[in-house]
């Protein structure tokens, strides 16, 4: 079983500060997606990573994919209230057949 | 159409009812998903749809029962369930089994 362990679980941080999310596996993956949810809704996918050393930048949100293709880590820079969420990485493992999902990290960004 | 819908939005339901979940997406992803969810937890895979067949079921009870009419719909019939499968039932679709998966909003289940 190809395992994704997510960290931290839980960030409450003030609006401003950057903060940093990691998704670590002993596992080789073949892809990975980072997806941010909000209370009561599904979902949304943010990027995905496939290629070992990525680094993609969607605003102020910047994904790095590990050069083995074992880890990713999720920075956001200046965090609004707006980052509040539940942010989840997932991904496929190399001889896998469904999405692995990690535990989560609940964000919360105060004002 | 970039999105998966799903309805109905939030359904109530008792232990002796018989309900259905509905999907729908209209990108031509060929696999489609049904998950569970639990409040602050990450979404769990219960069936796995690819070309319309059944290729995956996570071990289930039976009183789930997924329905794949055509490429662009998926069902889940719900009856005689328990308060504990309550959650939020997310359906979820991709260009290939293995590719990146979009979500639906979810389904929030109540089962009184």
């Known amino acids: 079983t190809q395992l994704l362990e997510q960290s931290p679980q839980f960030l409450s941080i003030q609006e401003g500060e950057n903060l940093t999310v990691y998704c670590n596996s002993s596992?080789?993956?073949?892809?990975l997606q980072w997806y941010r949810q909000e209370p009561g809704e599904g979902p949304v996918l943010l990027v995905t990573?496939?290629?070992?050393?990525e680094v993609k930048k969607l605003k102020r949100l910047t994904f790095q994919f590990g050069d083995a293709r074992k880890d990713s880590s999720l920075h956001i820079t200046a965090a609004q209230t707006g980052d509040t969420g539940l942010y989840l990485c997932?991904?496929?493992?190399?001889?896998?057949?469904?999405?692995?999902f990690g535990a989560g990290t609940i964000l919360r960004v105060k004002s | 159409d970039t999105e998966v819908t799903q309805t109905p939005k939030h359904l109530v339901m008792g232990m002796t009812n018989k309900k259905s979940l509905k999907c729908e997406q209209h990108?031509?992803?060929?696999?489609m998903y049904w998950y569970k969810q639990k409040a602050k937890k990450p979404p769990e895979l219960m069936f796995v749809?690819?070309?319309?067949?059944?290729?995956i079921n996570e071990s289930v009870p039976s009183r789930f029962s997924p329905e794949c009419p055509n490429s662009s719909l998926l069902n889940l019939h719900l009856h005689a369930l328990q308060p504990e499968d309550s959650a939020l039932y997310l359906c979820?679709?991709?260009?290939?089994?293995?590719?990146?998966?979009?979500f639906g909003p979810g389904t929030r289940l109540t089962v009184l």
């Open positions: 979820a679709s991709s260009q290939g089994w293995l590719a990146e998966q979009f």
């Open positions: 596992s080789v993956f073949s892809s």
């Open positions: 990573v496939v290629t070992g050393g």
């Open positions: 997932a991904g496929v493992g190399e001889y896998g057949n469904k999405l692995v």
């Open positions: 990108m031509g992803h060929r696999a």
């Open positions: 749809y690819s070309y319309e067949k059944l290729s």
